[in-house]
């Protein structure tokens, strides 16, 4: 149990780094001609936007404009917050799915090496086919609001996951 959490965490934690270092590599490096930039000038000011509003996404924004080296790379900060938030999401997406292939396949709590790896290959195969989703690509590359939504919510499913108890009846 405890070398599979231990593996569980790595591979997790890799899944977000590779992740990261697609959309870091792949991410706009200026703003849009969409809402975008209206949430870039919006983050660097702490501005009111159109609604929803997003009010939360314009304060780590903000955080992150302020590692901008000058005005012209504000965007780019914006752009590598998404980024991020999108490599979360799909870091969550690997855990929920080795939660749930863990509750179907190690129901009875025998961790052998090969149900270990069927559980670990089923989270690879799910955070790669999530990393490279074209609506998560697209919301991860450009400063909006969707991935840090996203994030939010896969954090959810995975929490509900993770800590409810319940048993899957094969």
Same mark, same amino acid.
């Given at each position: ?5 231990? *593996?569980?965490?790595?591979?997790? #934690? =890799? ?9 870091? $590599? ?13 949430? *870039?000038?919006?983050? %660097? ?25 000058? $005005? ?8 590598? =917050? ?15 799915? +080795?939660?749930?292939?863990?509750? *179907? ?25 999530? +990393? ?15 991935? %840090? ?7 959810? *499913? #995975? ?12």
């Amino acid at each position: 149990m405890q070398k599979y959490k231990l *593996v569980n965490n790595i591979l997790g #934690w =890799l899944s977000f780094v590779f992740g990261a270092v697609v959309y870091g $590599l792949t991410m706009e490096s200026s703003g849009s001609f969409w809402d975008c930039g209206e949430f *870039v000038s919006g983050c %660097l000011k702490l501005q009111v936007v159109h609604p929803p509003g997003a009010p939360f996404f314009l304060m780590l924004g903000r955080i992150f404009t302020l590692f901008a080296s000058d $005005l012209s790379h504000v965007a780019q900060t914006v752009n590598f =917050l998404s980024a991020l938030s999108t490599a979360g999401s799909v870091m969550f997406a690997f855990w929920t799915v +080795t939660a749930l292939a863990r509750k *179907v396949i190690i129901a009875d709590g025998v961790y052998t090496t090969g149900r270990t790896i069927t559980v670990m290959g089923a989270g690879i195969i799910a955070a790669t086919c999530c +990393t490279f989703l074209d609506s998560l690509w697209f919301s991860a590359v450009e400063g909006e609001v969707y991935a %840090l939504s996203q994030f939010f919510m896969s954090f959810i *499913v #995975w929490a509900i996951m993770e800590f409810c108890n319940f048993k899957c009846h094969q």
